[in-house]
Protein backbone atom coordinates (compact mmCIF):
# COMPACT_ATOMS: atom_id res chain seq x y z
CA UNK A 1 0.00 0.00 0.00
CA UNK A 2 1.40 3.12 -1.12
CA UNK A 3 1.39 6.69 1.03
CA UNK A 4 -1.24 8.23 -0.54
CA UNK A 5 -3.67 5.32 0.32
CA UNK A 6 -2.37 4.99 3.76
CA UNK A 7 -2.97 8.63 4.09
CA UNK A 8 -6.48 8.40 2.70
CA UNK A 9 -7.25 5.62 5.41
CA UNK A 10 -6.18 7.60 8.22
CA UNK A 11 -7.85 10.74 7.17
CA UNK A 12 -11.10 8.18 6.51
CA UNK A 13 -10.59 6.72 9.85
CA UNK A 14 -10.81 10.75 11.92
CA UNK A 15 -14.15 10.94 12.28
CA UNK A 16 -14.02 7.57 14.20
CA UNK A 17 -10.99 8.29 16.27
CA UNK A 18 -12.68 11.97 17.15
CA UNK A 19 -15.92 10.16 17.72
CA UNK A 20 -14.02 7.62 20.19
CA UNK A 21 -12.09 10.64 22.17
CA UNK A 22 -15.72 12.25 22.45
CA UNK A 23 -17.25 9.09 24.35
CA UNK A 24 -13.94 8.82 26.38
CA UNK A 25 -14.87 12.35 27.39
CA UNK A 26 -18.40 11.80 28.27
CA UNK A 27 -17.52 8.61 30.07
CA UNK A 28 -15.02 10.46 31.88
CA UNK A 29 -17.48 12.91 32.92
CA UNK A 30 -15.76 15.59 31.16
CA UNK A 31 -18.54 16.03 29.35
CA UNK A 32 -22.23 16.40 30.69
CA UNK A 33 -25.48 16.16 29.67
CA UNK A 34 -26.53 19.87 28.15
CA UNK A 35 -23.12 20.60 26.98
CA UNK A 36 -21.99 22.99 24.22
CA UNK A 37 -19.98 21.04 21.56
CA UNK A 38 -18.64 23.35 19.64
CA UNK A 39 -16.58 22.89 16.25
CA UNK A 40 -13.63 24.91 15.95
CA UNK A 41 -12.86 24.79 19.97
CA UNK A 42 -12.92 20.76 19.75
CA UNK A 43 -10.97 21.39 16.55
CA UNK A 44 -8.14 23.05 17.97
CA UNK A 45 -8.26 21.00 20.94
CA UNK A 46 -7.68 17.40 19.12
CA UNK A 47 -5.83 19.37 16.20
CA UNK A 48 -7.39 18.30 13.35
CA UNK A 49 -10.00 19.96 10.63
CA UNK A 50 -13.69 20.65 11.19
CA UNK A 51 -15.16 18.53 8.34
CA UNK A 52 -14.10 14.91 10.82
CA UNK A 53 -15.34 17.03 13.85
CA UNK A 54 -18.78 17.58 12.08
CA UNK A 55 -18.82 14.07 10.78
CA UNK A 56 -18.25 13.06 14.33
CA UNK A 57 -20.91 15.14 15.54
CA UNK A 58 -23.51 13.73 13.55
CA UNK A 59 -22.61 10.51 14.32
CA UNK A 60 -23.48 11.59 17.76
CA UNK A 61 -26.56 12.79 17.03
CA UNK A 62 -27.15 9.41 15.74
CA UNK A 63 -26.09 7.47 19.16
CA UNK A 64 -29.04 9.88 20.64
CA UNK A 65 -26.27 11.46 22.95
CA UNK A 66 -26.40 14.76 20.98
CA UNK A 67 -28.85 17.15 19.23
CA UNK A 68 -28.39 19.85 16.54
CA UNK A 69 -30.19 23.10 17.09
CA UNK A 70 -30.85 25.62 14.47
CA UNK A 71 -28.70 28.91 15.19
CA UNK A 72 -27.38 27.66 18.01
CA UNK A 73 -25.16 24.85 16.71
CA UNK A 74 -24.60 21.01 18.57
CA UNK A 75 -24.83 20.30 22.58
CA UNK A 76 -25.15 16.81 24.28
CA UNK A 77 -29.03 15.91 25.19
CA UNK A 78 -30.71 16.46 28.64
CA UNK A 79 -31.92 13.05 30.04
CA UNK A 80 -34.72 13.41 32.18
CA UNK A 81 -35.67 10.74 35.03
CA UNK A 82 -38.67 10.00 32.75
CA UNK A 83 -36.05 9.49 29.62
CA UNK A 84 -34.10 6.90 31.49
CA UNK A 85 -36.68 5.21 32.44
CA UNK A 86 -38.09 4.47 29.07
CA UNK A 87 -34.96 3.81 27.84
CA UNK A 88 -34.75 0.63 30.71
CA UNK A 89 -37.92 -0.53 29.93
CA UNK A 90 -37.04 -1.10 25.80
CA UNK A 91 -33.75 -2.54 27.39
CA UNK A 92 -35.98 -5.21 29.61
CA UNK A 93 -37.82 -5.97 25.97
CA UNK A 94 -34.93 -6.57 24.26
CA UNK A 95 -31.71 -7.81 26.66
CA UNK A 96 -33.70 -10.79 27.75
CA UNK A 97 -34.44 -12.36 24.44
CA UNK A 98 -31.03 -11.58 23.60
CA UNK A 99 -29.67 -13.49 26.44
CA UNK A 100 -32.04 -16.32 25.88
CA UNK A 101 -30.74 -16.83 22.44
CA UNK A 102 -27.43 -16.92 23.81
CA UNK A 103 -28.18 -19.70 25.79
CA UNK A 104 -29.16 -21.61 23.00
CA UNK A 105 -25.80 -20.90 21.20
CA UNK A 106 -23.11 -19.87 22.65
CA UNK A 107 -19.73 -22.09 22.32
CA UNK A 108 -17.60 -23.50 25.07
CA UNK A 109 -14.97 -21.12 24.01
CA UNK A 110 -17.40 -17.69 24.27
CA UNK A 111 -18.24 -19.09 28.54
CA UNK A 112 -14.52 -19.51 28.66
CA UNK A 113 -14.10 -15.36 27.68
CA UNK A 114 -17.05 -14.12 29.84
CA UNK A 115 -15.29 -16.49 32.59
CA UNK A 116 -12.22 -14.52 32.33
CA UNK A 117 -14.09 -10.72 31.66
CA UNK A 118 -15.91 -11.64 35.00
CA UNK A 119 -12.17 -12.49 36.77
CA UNK A 120 -11.80 -9.20 35.23
CA UNK A 121 -14.31 -7.42 36.75
CA UNK A 122 -14.12 -8.58 39.91
CA UNK A 123 -10.65 -7.47 40.26
CA UNK A 124 -11.04 -3.80 38.99
CA UNK A 125 -14.41 -3.38 41.85
CA UNK A 126 -12.65 -5.01 44.53
CA UNK A 127 -9.61 -2.85 44.35
CA UNK A 128 -9.48 -0.19 46.68
CA UNK A 129 -8.98 2.73 44.13
CA UNK A 130 -10.66 2.21 41.07
CA UNK A 131 -11.81 4.09 37.66
CA UNK A 132 -15.42 4.27 37.56
CA UNK A 133 -15.17 4.13 33.68
CA UNK A 134 -12.88 0.90 33.88
CA UNK A 135 -15.78 -0.54 35.52
CA UNK A 136 -18.38 0.67 33.05
CA UNK A 137 -16.14 -0.54 30.25
CA UNK A 138 -15.86 -4.26 31.87
CA UNK A 139 -19.64 -4.29 32.50
CA UNK A 140 -20.59 -3.15 28.90
CA UNK A 141 -18.00 -5.69 27.86
CA UNK A 142 -19.54 -8.37 30.03
CA UNK A 143 -22.80 -7.43 28.52
CA UNK A 144 -21.96 -7.64 24.83
CA UNK A 145 -19.73 -10.54 25.05
CA UNK A 146 -23.02 -12.27 25.86
CA UNK A 147 -25.36 -10.75 23.84
CA UNK A 148 -23.32 -11.08 20.75
CA UNK A 149 -23.38 -14.97 21.22
CA UNK A 150 -27.01 -14.40 20.28
CA UNK A 151 -26.64 -14.23 16.97
CA UNK A 152 -29.11 -11.50 16.60
CA UNK A 153 -26.91 -8.80 15.44
CA UNK A 154 -29.62 -6.17 14.55
CA UNK A 155 -31.14 -6.70 18.01
CA UNK A 156 -27.49 -6.25 19.50
CA UNK A 157 -27.06 -2.99 17.73
CA UNK A 158 -30.38 -1.81 19.07
CA UNK A 159 -29.19 -2.76 22.60
CA UNK A 160 -26.23 -0.85 21.95
CA UNK A 161 -27.84 2.04 21.10
CA UNK A 162 -29.88 2.24 24.27
CA UNK A 163 -26.62 1.57 26.30
CA UNK A 164 -25.04 4.85 24.11
CA UNK A 165 -28.24 6.84 25.32
CA UNK A 166 -27.74 5.90 29.02
CA UNK A 167 -23.86 7.02 29.11
CA UNK A 168 -24.18 10.01 31.58
CA UNK A 169 -26.37 7.98 33.68
CA UNK A 170 -24.90 4.77 33.96
CA UNK A 171 -21.84 6.65 34.61
CA UNK A 172 -22.99 8.29 37.85
CA UNK A 173 -25.30 5.54 38.74
CA UNK A 174 -22.48 3.29 38.69
CA UNK A 175 -20.20 5.85 40.73
CA UNK A 176 -22.69 5.65 43.64
CA UNK A 177 -23.08 2.59 43.90
CA UNK A 178 -19.42 1.04 43.93
CA UNK A 179 -18.99 3.77 47.11
CA UNK A 180 -21.01 0.72 49.17
CA UNK A 181 -18.47 -2.39 49.56
CA UNK A 182 -22.53 -4.33 49.30
CA UNK A 183 -23.24 -2.86 46.24
CA UNK A 184 -20.01 -3.98 44.40
CA UNK A 185 -20.27 -7.57 45.96
CA UNK A 186 -24.00 -7.49 44.65
CA UNK A 187 -22.65 -6.12 41.29
CA UNK A 188 -20.66 -9.36 40.50
CA UNK A 189 -23.33 -11.22 42.38
CA UNK A 190 -25.38 -10.74 38.99
CA UNK A 191 -23.01 -11.39 36.73
CA UNK A 192 -22.06 -14.08 38.41
CA UNK A 193 -25.86 -15.78 37.87
CA UNK A 194 -26.14 -14.80 34.12
CA UNK A 195 -22.53 -17.15 33.75
CA UNK A 196 -24.32 -20.16 35.97
CA UNK A 197 -27.23 -20.11 33.86
CA UNK A 198 -25.37 -19.43 30.26
CA UNK A 199 -22.93 -22.80 31.58
CA UNK A 200 -26.10 -25.03 32.89
CA UNK A 201 -28.03 -23.68 29.24
CA UNK A 202 -30.51 -22.46 31.14
CA UNK A 203 -32.35 -20.15 29.13
CA UNK A 204 -35.27 -19.34 31.30
CA UNK A 205 -33.40 -18.55 33.98
CA UNK A 206 -31.24 -15.90 32.33
CA UNK A 207 -34.58 -14.49 30.80
CA UNK A 208 -35.85 -14.56 33.79
CA UNK A 209 -33.07 -12.97 35.44
CA UNK A 210 -32.53 -9.91 32.74
CA UNK A 211 -36.05 -9.10 32.85
CA UNK A 212 -36.43 -8.98 36.91
CA UNK A 213 -33.13 -6.77 37.26
CA UNK A 214 -33.75 -4.38 34.18
CA UNK A 215 -37.52 -4.17 35.61
CA UNK A 216 -36.32 -2.91 39.18
CA UNK A 217 -33.88 -0.36 37.60
CA UNK A 218 -36.86 0.97 35.66
CA UNK A 219 -39.06 1.23 38.69
CA UNK A 220 -36.71 2.27 41.23
CA UNK A 221 -34.56 4.87 39.10
CA UNK A 222 -31.91 6.77 41.54
CA UNK A 223 -31.74 9.87 39.43
CA UNK A 224 -29.75 12.65 40.76
CA UNK A 225 -30.13 15.55 38.53
CA UNK A 226 -27.62 17.42 39.93
CA UNK A 227 -24.72 15.09 39.22
CA UNK A 228 -25.10 15.14 35.44
CA UNK A 229 -24.53 18.51 34.45
CA UNK A 230 -21.55 21.09 35.13
CA UNK A 231 -22.88 24.54 37.29
CA UNK A 232 -23.09 26.97 34.29
CA UNK A 233 -25.07 24.08 32.10
Known sequence: MDDTNKEGIQRNRLPDLVLDQLMDWIMSGKLLMGDKLNTEELASQLGVSR???REA???????????SIPYAGTKLVTLTKEDVRQIY???TALEPVAARYACERISDDEIRELRE???????????????SVDVYRLNRLFHFS????SG???VCSMIESLWDNLSFFKLIYGQKLLDKEESRESMINEHQTYLDALENRDSDLIYDLLGRNLKKRAD???YYSDAYFHENS
Open 51 to 53: MPI
Open 57 to 67: LSNLEKKGLAE
Open 89 to 91: IAR
Open 117 to 131: IQEQYKKVVRQEKFD
Open 146 to 149: MYKA
Open 152 to 154: LHR
Open 220 to 222: DIP
